[in-house]
């Protein structure tokens, strides 16, 4: 896992990170750009004594730190950027370009910008923001291509932007007399010896789509995450978050966007968000093992896998929908194509495909295209095949993600996939939350008054029912009609009175059910049906308090297209660290701030249509010269294999039952241990069970099983033996219900 963290005191003098003596400061150029390695210490700064990083505030004892004076705190593993006052360290596997760092003269070294990830910016353009954002311009920072988190330095002013999506997001805490920020939790918790906080957690599990039940908060106590498309701005130690993207509150029509022109807008954005990834530096992998030699029915590429070694170059999915086949047709028919470390050009993308053995019938049009798309001459295709042991729920045991999230259960069987990848592996994640449009958003388009919009995703969906086709358009036009007249008052005490009155636990769903589901401001999600009735209560107060404050839009569509999409990104984020290959990079380009802000300019009567997706990503294509597409592509694709999470869940039954014996979540009041065992005996036997629901509390209870088993810390240099979040174990006691 690679993070940032830093903190920002009140005093100048309160702490000891990157001190230097006399501070001196020579052989920097003016405007010099500086990428931190083993060419010496940042902006060409010449330090007397080594710098190292932590805090002294002996002479501050009203601080908390003062107990401990005379201390030195840093990250384990901790790459130091700058220094004091307000120093900020890199932690983790951080690859040389992806971080960048600027000043802006050699007489003042405390104006200065790093950037830290895949950032498209020249250094000269990072030059320019570091000037306007020194007079308190901010939003042009996020507007390169890439995935990146900026941090601005300008006197005792600190600037941390996080992203529009929320791959990208920025936590922080007080500390010691200050605020301490990261781009992980888990540090911050560590910092300060946090707590659980199951409120949040009942909180996940019981809407996770909806950001007034989960606020600012995280599963630590005192950690708290800044909204998406915010930014964090401390002041000595003061702090404040304030938004960077300007975004209409009142619900009133806004002027229709030429579709065209937003069409095409995306498609700028998203070949720049390919070129961003295609134009840096190669890496070659770290070779955990030795090639062994031939194997009998393994070739050089499944020895690689088998080994845990990604291969150098460029890679993408290629699953036979039409983001991921996207995405690798850009790549290979970029200019500058993927390359090796060792050939520059000339070399075929590699585009992976899994296959999965153990349930291979419902597949079979997407692997056709798969197949059809790869005959590309600028594609090299590989096929990862895999059975029982490739199942949902296979492998129980992994790393400590930052937090929570449903991927656990299925990271074995995508990291096998990804083992077979590239160093830098392009995902279509994120597509069908950036450019589909949701549910919700028809209840937007009856408040503008466009009526006839209607009439097509209408239709689409009387065509997905069966037999009931003549009731589906009167009732969805009724549901989308009591949305647009709902305020989101109401909408958020009728959502907490159905939690209070308890969340019933719902089967599969058709499309005209998730559709009539999701026109609400706020619904109980898939596992709500297994919590406590003081769990749901307290969840509900959540979103009582929630509904004295105004969300950023009061439009429902698009207040509820950015808490799904804010939610995916989170589940991303888990994905990238449950998944981890050594020296691999996932990229998920549809995440990026300028394709989102691109797909945010889509008039909503061109989202609502039915294929709007796969006719943005078609014109996209063929700007870039592919226009011979298979038959299908571009087919909406269905649910997760159902199959093949039952039979995993048949498979782990035993294991899973050995979980749930006496679970951590029964333990913090938020389930009946009993309850969820039958439940998974229910999915195993095939019965009707919101499967998604016992995936997250599943993963929800591994992750309890991890953070409490692990024995380390993120900090190093403190008095004490060792300073870990949850130093308690799980809180049994309620004051909230009480």
Known sequence: MRWLVGWSSIAASFGTAGRVSGQGVSGSAYGSSHRPGADGPPYGTAYADPPHGGIADAAHPDDPAAQDAERTVQPVGAQLLWGDPDPLWAVGDWRPDEIRTVTADPADPFTRLAVLGCCGATDAELRRALYAARGGALRHLTQWSGSYTAVVQAGRRITVLGDLAGARPVFYTPWAGGTAYATAALPLADLIEAQLDIGHLAALLACPDSPEALGDGTPYVGVRRIPPGHTLILREGSREITGYESVASLAVAAPEADPERAVEGVREALVDAVRARLTAPRHAPDTLLPDPGPVPGMGPADRRAARGAPAPGVGADL???????????????????????????????????????????GREGELERAHAIAADPRLHHVVVAAAEEALPYAELDGPLTDEPGPSLVFAARERRRLAAGSADHFTGHGARQVLDAHPARLADLLMDRRRRHLLRPVAALARSAAGESLFVPLTVYSAARRLARTPYRAGMEAAAARLRDGAPSAGALTPVDASLAALT??????????????????????????????????????????????????????????????????????????????????????????????????????????????????????????????????????????????????????????????????????????????????????????????????????????????????????????
């Open 319 to 361: 699953s036979g929908g039409s983001a991921s086949a996207t995405l690798a047709l850009l790549a290979a028919g970029l200019p500058g194509s993927p390359g090796t470390v060792l050939r520059q050009s000339g070399e075929r993308l590699l585009a992976v495909t899994f296959n999965d053995l153990a349930t291979p019938q």
């Open 521 to 738: 401001w706020s619904r109980p999600g898939p596992a709500a049906g297994w919590l406590t009735g003081e769990a749901l209560a307290e969840v509900a107060i959540r979103l009582t308090a929630a509904a004295g404050r105004p969300p950023l839009s009061l439009r429902p569509g698009e207040a509820r297209a950015r808490a799904v999409l804010a939610r995916h990104a989170a589940d991303h984020r888990v994905f990238e660290q449950a998944v981890e290959v050594r020296s691999q990079r996932l990229h998920a380009p549809f995440l990026d701030n300028q394709v989102v802000r691109a797909a945010r300019a889509l008039p909503e009567s061109l989202r609502v249509q039915p294929g709007a997706r796969a006719t943005i990503l078609r014109s996209v294509l063929s700007s870039a010269g592919v226009r011979q597409l298979p038959p299908g592509w571009g087919v909406t694709a269905h649910a997760p294999n159902e199959t093949a999470t039952r039979l995993g869940l048949h498979a782990a039954l035993p294991d899973l039952l050995a979980l749930f014996a006496t679970p951590l979540l029964a333990d913090a009041g938020l389930i009946e241990a009993r309850v969820v065992r039958q439940a998974l005996l229910d999915a195993a036997d095939g019965r009707p069970v919101p499967l998604d629901g016992l995936a997250e509390l599943v993963s929800m209870e591994l992750w309890l099983h991890r953070l409490l088993a692990r024995r380390g810390t993120c900090w190093t240099g403190t008095t004490a033996p060792r300073r870990r979040a949850v130093p308690t174990g799980i809180p049994h006691c309620r004051p909230a219900l009480s």
